[in-house]
């Protein structure tokens, strides 16, 4: 990603990356070390995207928009409106209620049980009360080019979350879309995703 985003030129097309990670922890710029609790055998790499600590691992579709902000007249603020409205779209696709939290970027579900890996609500605020994420994001822009991007969770082993404190919030809990009962493959939601960011990011 940063090869391709250093490389580009004024002619250079935007892509959308879809990928799926092996197990990962990665540690984004104002990431702190004491947030990985007891990361065990999973590798923790250190990333120059925003944000704090995240896990990636199969089941979750880990969508990064290669965008040239000043072609398409925007700013930060709108690329992550975007890319979370996109996220948004593709879970509501499922019948997921999907929703932002003020502050706190990434994307959120209602949540009443208890998931493995995680505890329903969260201690670390009342606005995410009721709440887990479904939804990981975090960026890096250089340039006026971004890279990075979002990772949705869609059938995956939800128990490495248990091991940090997912984005920086001790007890957030942390769902999938087979914990809400929505079948999906890894497959349909990545082409549902991109297909959303593609339609928010054309010009």
């Not at 391709?4 to 070390?33: K, N, S």
């Not at 996109?86 to 499922?94: D, G, N």
């Not at 969260?122 to 606005?127: I, N, T, V």
């Amino acid at each position: 990603m940063r090869e391709f985003t250093l490389g580009r030129t004024p002619l250079t097309e935007d892509e959308i990356w879809l990928v799926e990670h092996p197990p990962v922890f990665t540690l984004g710029q104002a990431g702190r070390r004491e947030q990985l609790l007891t990361p065990g055998a999973i590798p923790v790499v250190a990333s120059d995207r925003g944000g704090q600590v995240t896990y990636h691992g199969p089941g979750q579709v880990v969508a990064y928009p290669l965008i040239d902000l000043r072609r398409l007249g925007i700013f930060v603020k709108e690329l992550v409106y975007r890319i979370e409205q996109a996220t948004i779209q593709t879970l509501e696709s499922y019948g997921a209620d999907a929703r932002r939290v003020r502050g706190a970027p990434g994307i959120y579900v209602p949540y009443a049980g208890s998931s493995a890996g995680s505890s329903a609500g969260s201690p670390a605020g009342g606005e995410f009360a009721g709440l887990a994420k479904i939804a990981a994001l975090g960026i890096k822009v250089t340039g006026g080019r971004s890279y990075h991007g979002v990772a949705l969770n869609v059938a995956m082993d939800l128990a490495p979350f248990s091991m940090i404190n997912p984005c920086g919030y001790a007890g957030l809990a942390t769902v999938d879309l087979a914990t809400l009962d929505i079948a999906a493959d890894w497959n349909d939601a990545a082409t549902r995703l991109g297909e959303r960011l593609q339609a928010h990011f054309s010009r």
